[in-house]
């Protein structure tokens, strides 16, 4: 085997409230990020903690981090790259876990995290080295119904809200990617696998979208479940998802004011605020899982 080939890379595993992902300083040589990613976020044979203290393999994606110490605060470029080996525009947890990565470098509790959907700022809260989560704030920018930002194919006449779709009603918002959101009884009796994928490449949009469950708890919150594009599958947590949840709920008169709300991924509570001017925001806890390194050209 080449030298290339055995060139390897160091990682670190963060997850926010389940929604996991391998980071990568940027500034280190990896010739084909999508293979990259393809490879080791793998749910069956990709990254793995050699300790055995977590037992589950791959991640939701891989996060290129390059953190800018000359601003103040400073700055992360942000880039995802799923594990399909597309290029997702924003991540909630991911920009929350890369501001966690940043915050272990640095003495700074504040950055603002460039990427391909803006520039976000995030605040983090707690010890970056000490044994409890982090807890991280991230503003997500201001939801959009507009067809031209979800985005919706031409044809469609205006925006899409509470309209049926493959047996759900749905409504489409862009909260850093497109999402369609389904307000449902109980989100754990849809079989989210069998119904997302229709959605999720309907005509409609134009460049597909994420696929949103909410159904309303009695504390006036609401459960999630999220099968995400570019992952193909359900994951843990969403934070873009979560976010969704509410500025649709507002839209449909299901919530009103500023005031937080919790949103219930299975991995975890997030809080999200979705004001009626303003950026929306994402807050949760993230965590470090483990760190080694990882083949920088793994093989196909």
Known sequence: MSPALNHTVSFEKFHGTGNDFVVVDADDSVPYRGRFAETHCDRETGVADESGAH??????????????HRFHPPRIVMTLVQPDGSVAAMCGNGARCAAAWAAARTDATEFMIDTQ???????VRGNAGGDDPLDITVEMGVPTFDPRDVPLAADHDGELVAE????LELTAVNTGVPHAVAFVDDVDDIALDAVAPAIRHADVFSEGANVTLASRDDDGGFSQRTFERGVEGETQSCGTGAVAIVAAAKRLGHVEGDDPVRVSPP?????????????????GPV????????AAMPEQ
Do not use: Q, W
Request: net charge negative; charged share 35%.
């Open 55 to 68: 037992d589950r393999r791959g991640a939701d994606g891989v996060l290129f981090l390059a953190l800018e």
């Open 117 to 123: 959907a803006g520039t976000k700022r995030a605040v």
């Open 164 to 167: 049926e779709l493959d047996g």
């Open 267 to 283: 991995g975890g509570d997030l809080e999200i605020t979705v004001p009626d001017r303003g950026s929306a925001t994402l807050r």
């Open 287 to 294: 965590e470090a899982e483990y760190e080694g390194r990882l």
